[in-house]
């Protein structure tokens, strides 16, 4: 296995050796990193969401499947993008896979174009979907750096209050409220009420 990096990896779970090792050369030989595990549990034994990358699944191996490892990384809250493998007989099955949020299939034998088409399609989603998550991240924080007075006027700005409105909400004066806005903007980060409306519903969604 490769050793631990924060490079962009493909995790291979198959059970046939055979076709761990030919997916391993294949990405090898175009600069891809990748991790080979012959079943389902001992990927989730190692399994570290930190980790950018995808994986490329086989649909059906003995003890725990691919759909049945997708459905548990699905409980963990884990976005891991998985291209499954199929065989002629498991389009439908594959069909099943992609509806409950897979990024593709490819069925058996494939082109190899074919497969690190998809991988790559399937890395920039995970590195969209953690750049996603990484802006909400921020965001929160940067809420969280507010004080509760500075978080309540906040809410009535993005509900659309205007000033006097929000002064006669909280029960101050319009050049409080004029100064809390302008801490607010300042802290999150936002040169206008639509880029303030835009974070924090961004951070909620």
């Known amino acids: 296995m490769t050793t631990r990096n924060a490079d962009p990896t493909v995790f291979i779970v198959d059970d046939d050796a055979a076709v761990r090792d030919s997916l391993g050369l ?8 990748s991790e080979a595990y012959a079943s389902a549990d001992a990927f989730l034994a190692s399994f570290d969401p930190a980790r950018p990358g995808c994986l490329v699944l086989d649909v059906r191996m003995p003890g725990t499947s691919g759909l049945e490892l997708q459905a548990r990384l699905h409980e963990r809250g884990a976005a891991l993008p998985i291209v499954f493998l199929t065989a002629h007989g498991d389009i439908e099955m ?10 593709d299939f490819v069925q058996k034998p494939f082109r190899d ?3 690190l088409d998809k991988l790559q399609a399937a890395l920039a989603q995970d590195a969209e979907l953690r750049r996603q998550r990484a802006d909400v991240e921020e965001i929160g924080s940067r809420i969280a750096s507010l ?10 700005v993005v509900a659309g209050r205007a000033n006097k409105e929000i002064a006669q909400d909280l029960g101050i004066s319009q050049r409080t409220v ?6 607010v903007m300042r802290k999150m980060g936002a040169d206008s009420v639509t880029d303030l409306v835009r974070l924090v519903m961004g951070s909620r969604s």
């Open 26 to 33: 294949l990405l090898r030989s175009v600069g891809m990193v």
């Open 94 to 103: 594959a069909v099943r896979a992609v509806k409950a949020g897979a990024a």
């Open 113 to 115: 174009q074919d497969l």
């Open 147 to 156: 004080t509760p007075r500075e978080r309540q006027l906040l809410e009535l």
């Open 178 to 183: 004029e100064i809390h806005r302008a801490h």
